[in-house]
């Protein structure tokens, strides 16, 4: 392994290997981790994935609700709890640091930052 020191410090690393192999493992393993069982999705076929994705959205839409917007409400505290639970309606926990699982990190930071960010025009 080696640093290609001309494009800036760290950016860029040459590996040299005769053979790259990707396992993926072949079964769910959310038992191990306390709580992934309950309100989990597999993430292996299509259909899981348009379950995941139907998910997300209800899981957006739900944390749109008027009942967790802080300008809905005039006490502090109030405020604060509606502040609390429209961060836990979005929360997700990714199980799995697989292929997959990295992939599906990848793109809902993807997602997220669309859907959160700046549009275009805007300061």
């Known amino acids: 392994m080696k640093r290609d020191e001309s494009t800036g410090v760290g950016t860029v690393i040459d590996l040299t290997y005769g053979y790259l192999l990707c396992a ?5 393993r959310s038992s191990m981790v306390p709580g992934a069982k309950e309100g989990y999705f597999n993430l292996k076929t299509s259909q899981d994935f348009l379950q995941l994705l139907t998910a997300i959205g209800e899981a957006l839409e739900f944390a749109s609700d008027p009942d967790v917007q802080e300008f809905y409400y005039e006490d502090e505290e109030t ?4 502040r609390v ?4 309606r979005v929360q997700i926990a990714i199980v799995g640091g697989g292929i997959m699982g990295v992939e599906l990190v990848s793109e809902l930071i993807n997602f997220y930052s669309q859907v959160f ?4 025009g805007t300061f």
């Open 117 to 120: 960010g700046r549009a275009n």
């Open 24 to 28: 993926v493992g072949t079964t769910s």
């Open 79 to 82: 405020k604060a709890q509606a």
């Open 85 to 88: 639970e429209r961060k836990r």
